[in-house]
T-cell receptor
Framework: KAGVTQTPRYLIKTRGQQVTLSCSPISGHRSVSWYQQTPGQGLQFLFEYFSETQRNKGNFPGRFSGRQFSNSRSEMNVSTLELGDSALYLC??????????????FGPGTRLTVL | KQEVTQIPAALSVPEGENLVLNCSFTDSAIYNLQWFRQDPGKGLTSLLLIQSSQREQTSGRLNASLDKSSGRSTLYIAASQPGDSATYLCAVSNNAGNMLTFGGGTRLMVKP
């Protein structure tokens, strides 16, 4: 099975712009979660989608949003970019077939740099 | 609010040593605890998952234990190898769903 894929792998944007990141989960996985990783704050949960519905949301401003499509692929959007949004954005998928909280499989991440 | 702490933040050992990484969490009402490894600039690789009803899990040279009542988990690595060099992260799930709270990680260096 192919793993979790994220596109693009690298992005450079300027302050005030917006950006959309994409995540394709492992085939058959219905849960997709997004995390932000920075040197100062570590790994922080952004949100989780399950069957096209947002199931959990972290403590991030409304500039961060996401959605999930019927094929389980997910996108996250950041509007009005700030310098502090520079980070590695990681996506993870989980099958949820057996338990409500199961092993999560992470993609390679998208490295976003805001200038 | 769940908080996860990992000690030590960094560790350097000679090849062949057995070692223990520590993880503590403040809220014992967890669904599960996972250990991950992260290589520089890469995503996370799941190593072990322990359900809240379990006490330990083993995979090859890795053994993870969980003591919910004391809010602690340990990851034991036997006969360490240079290829084990990476950052090790523990994360807990407190609710139905996949919202993970991560510790800050332990950066491990195994010297040949």
């Amino acid at each position: 099975k192919a793993g979790v894929t994220q596109t693009p792998r690298y992005l450079i944007k300027t302050r005030g712009q917006q950006v959309t990141l994409s995540c394709s989960p492992i085939s058959g996985h219905r849960s997709v979660s997004w995390y932000q990783q920075t040197p100062g704050q570590g790994l922080q949960f952004l949100f989780e989608y399950f069957s096209e519905t947002q199931r959990n949301k972290g403590n991030f401003p409304g500039r961060f949003s996401g959605r999930q499509f019927s094929n389980s692929r997910s996108e996250m959007n950041v509007s009005t970019l700030e310098l502090g949004d520079s980070a590695l954005y990681l996506c993870a998928s989980s099958s949820q077939l057996v338990r409500v909280a199961d092993t999560q499989y992470f993609g390679p991440g998208t490295r976003l740099t805001v200038l | 609010k769940q908080e996860v702490t990992q000690i030590p933040a960094a560790l350097s050992v000679p090849e062949g040593e057995n070692l223990v990484l520590n993880c503590s969490f403040t809220d014992s009402a967890i669904y599960n605890l996972q250990w991950f490894r992260q290589d520089p600039g890469k995503g996370l690789t799941s190593l072990l998952l322990i359900q809240s009803s379990q006490r330990e899990q083993t995979s090859g040279r890795l053994n993870a234990s969980l003591d919910k009542s004391s809010g602690r988990s340990t990851l034991y690595i036997a006969a360490s190898q240079p290829g084990d060099s990476a950052t090790y992260l523990c994360a807990v799930s407190n609710n139905a769903g996949n919202m993970l709270t991560f510790g800050g990680g332990t950066r491990l260096m195994v010297k040949p």
